[in-house]
């Protein structure tokens, strides 16, 4: 009787998730809400701009994208502001900028954007995981202006938070997974929302290529690999 061969390994490849930015798709809780309760404030801003503050994953660029929707707001990456292009960004009344401490900052082009945004009336969205005064700016002028901006934090989730976002991520990635999946990651698992976004996306990867289900042994299985010196 020949043996039966063995099943192949399917690849994974890197096909685009489905992260849905939309409104009803946000997540509030105790973290982001005094954050997520600043930006749907607007037009209502205290000033013509808001800082956006939180770790890598944490929802800013989804955050930002419901207020870009609202406004109307272009959005670009800070590394790609020039003072040439001011003009026509603050025509539109309305701008998101990403990542200001991502990496090399045109000072000059930014102070600039905030000072022609304001003589407009319009308003300005900047995100980025740290607090200006880590930056590295080396304008005064500029820092003082952003340590004044009114801003928000989001900081790390809570347990509900942790476990409703688990389940989001999973349904992004059409995963169905049961109750005892969502705790035995949110019970070894760091809390912080990159984390989340790394485990979901380390078991999709597995299951797909050993041809399981996401289940309580294959989590038990992917944290042993991460964390080994834990018990189960």
Known sequence: MSEIPPRPRQLAFDLPVDSRHGVEDFLVGPSNEAAYGLVERWPQWP???????????????????????????????????????????????????????????????????????KARGGHLLLTARTEPDRWGLRVPDLLSRLRLAPGATIEPPDDGLLRALLVKLFIDRQLVVDTAVIEALALRMERSFAAARQVVDRLDRVALERGRRVTRPLVQEVLSEWFPDEPG
Not at 64 to 76: D, G, K, S
């Open 47 to 117: 000033d013509a701009w808001l800082r956006l503050t939180g770790p890598e994953g944490a929802g800013k660029t989804h955050l930002a994208a419901i207020w870009a929707r609202a406004a109307h707001a272009w959005t670009i990456r800070a590394t790609e502001l020039t003072e040439a292009k001011v003009p026509h960004l603050v025509s539109g009344g309305a701008l998101v900028v990403e990542d200001c401490d991502a990496g090399p900052l045109d000072e000059a082009a930014l102070f600039h954007l905030m000072n022609a945004m």
